[in-house]
């Protein structure tokens, strides 16, 4: 749904930003020095921000709570792509997150949310969904 004129012309504070985004303000300072984010418009105190940064904010938001980089993050947010995960170069130093199932003693699925694409909720059925298929092959090994 479109913005409205006055929706457009909205501004806000640094303080009223890092509010309705859920995110402290030290942080927007940060993802503005990264480039993840626009800088505000005027400078010091009489530095605002608009729609666009908080649209902006929300869509950094997004992507971390996918499980993505703030390196990734950039990437996808200037539209570069990123080469597919069996080709790309590790360096010492690089970090990866990734999530351990514990499906039972000896069974341990890993996966790479960001590079396999899955958000926390498909995270979440996924695993519920691996645990149930174990207990069903298990049970059917004792009948």
């Known amino acids: 749904m479109p913005a409205t004129m006055d929706e457009a012309a909205k501004t806000y504070t640094?303080?009223?930003?890092?509010?309705?985004?859920g995110i402290p303000r030290r942080t927007?300072?940060?993802?503005?020095?990264m480039g993840l984010l626009n800088r505000p418009i005027g400078e010091t105190r009489a530095a605002h921000y608009t729609s666009e940064h908080l649209r902006q904010l929300l869509?950094?938001?997004?992507?971390?709570?996918?499980?993505?980089?703030?390196?990734r993050v950039?990437?996808?947010?200037?539209?570069?792509?990123?080469?597919?995960a069996e080709?790309?170069?590790?360096?010492?130093?690089?970090?990866?997150?990734k999530s351990h199932l514990h499906v039972a003693p000896g069974v341990e699925?890993?996966?790479?949310?960001?590079?396999a694409g899955l958000s926390p909720q498909q995270l979440r059925r996924f695993a519920r969904e691996t645990r149930a298929a174990f207990e069903r092959?298990?049970?059917?090994q004792e009948e």
Not at 14 to 21: E, G, K, T, V
Not at 60 to 67: P, Y
Not at 77 to 84: F, M, N, R, Y
Not at 109 to 115: E, F, G, N, Q, R
Request: net charge negative; charged share 30%; no cysteine.
């Open 14 to 21: 640094s303080d009223d930003l890092a509010n309705i985004a």
């Open 28 to 33: 927007i300072r940060y993802y503005v020095g």
């Open 59 to 71: 869509e950094i938001r997004r992507l971390t709570d996918q499980g993505l980089s703030l390196d």
């Open 74 to 84: 950039r990437e996808v947010l200037h539209g570069q792509t990123e080469p597919p």
């Open 87 to 97: 080709t790309r170069v590790r360096r010492a130093g690089d970090i990866e997150v």
């Open 109 to 115: 699925v890993v996966i790479d949310p960001a590079a």
């Open 137 to 140: 092959a298990t049970q059917e």
